[in-house]
């Protein structure tokens, strides 16, 4: 089974700029969540997507945005790039409903994004 | 509001010995679940083990098990026969066990280095 995948691995942008990642999940989940990690903030939840929707929304500015399709892939995006979003983008992929909170999140390893 | 909180921003231990990582944690939630992740330099972040707070007894998972201490909100994990592959930084995360959410909120890790 294929574990979660994101592309690109490494991204240079520079201000200004906008950046779209991508992430595919284990098959058959249907939650995608985002992360941001930095070495001053440690793992930041950006958003979770379950079925197309926003079901949870970190504290991060509009500038930061996400979408999920049919197929469970999702996207996001970064516009109008700063400094400070130099990070690596993790996303997490799980089965999402139900169950006793016990349930692991799958990451993938991630986009290394990068400011100029 | 819920925080993690590792102390040790750093740790070493020699090979084939024993560490313990520590975590403590705070939440208002009742019932609430504990993870520990490994994230090697590859960046992908590797689910070890899982301990709700309504188990009665500790999680062990192979070489990894969790001292749970409910009442100290603690929630350690002890790596037993250390491998130099054990070289990493550790996460300790946790979630409300009210849903299967995709938002996690994690500590700010441990980096654990394993001499030969």
């Known amino acids: 089974k294929a574990g979660v995948t994101q592309t690109p691995r490494y991204l240079i942008k520079t201000r200004g700029q906008q950046v779209t990642l991508s992430c595919s999940p284990i098959?058959?989940?249907?939650?995608v969540s985002w992360y941001q990690q930095t070495p001053g903030q440690g793992l930041q939840f950006l958003f979770e997507y379950f079925s197309e929707t926003q079901r949870n929304k970190g504290n991060f500015p509009g500038r930061f945005s996400g979408r999920q399709f049919s197929n469970s892939r999702s996207e996001m995006n970064v516009s109008t790039l700063e400094l400070g979003d130099s990070a690596l983008y993790l996303c997490?992929?799980?089965?999402?409903?139900?169950?006793?909170?016990?349930?692991?999140?799958?990451f993938g390893s991630g986009t290394q994004l990068s400011v100029l | 509001a819920q925080k993690i909180t590792q102390t040790q921003p750093g740790m070493f231990v020699q090979e084939k010995e024993a560490v313990t990582l520590d975590c403590t944690y705070d939440t208002s939630d009742q019932s609430y679940g504990l993870f520990w992740y490994k994230q090697p330099s590859s960046g992908e972040m590797i689910f070890l083990i899982y301990q709700g707070s309504y188990d009665e007894q500790n999680a062990t998972e192979g070489r990894y098990s969790l001292n749970f201490q409910k009442a100290r909100k603690s929630a350690n994990l002890v790596i037993s026969a250390s491998q130099l592959g054990d070289s990493a930084m550790y996460f300790c995360a946790m979630r409300p066990i009210s849903s299967n959410t995709g938002k996690l909120i994690f500590g700010q890790g441990t980096t654990l280095q394993v001499k030969p």
């Open positions: 098959s058959g989940h249907r939650s």
């Open positions: 997490a992929s799980s089965l999402g409903s139900g169950g006793r909170g016990n349930e692991k999140l799958f």
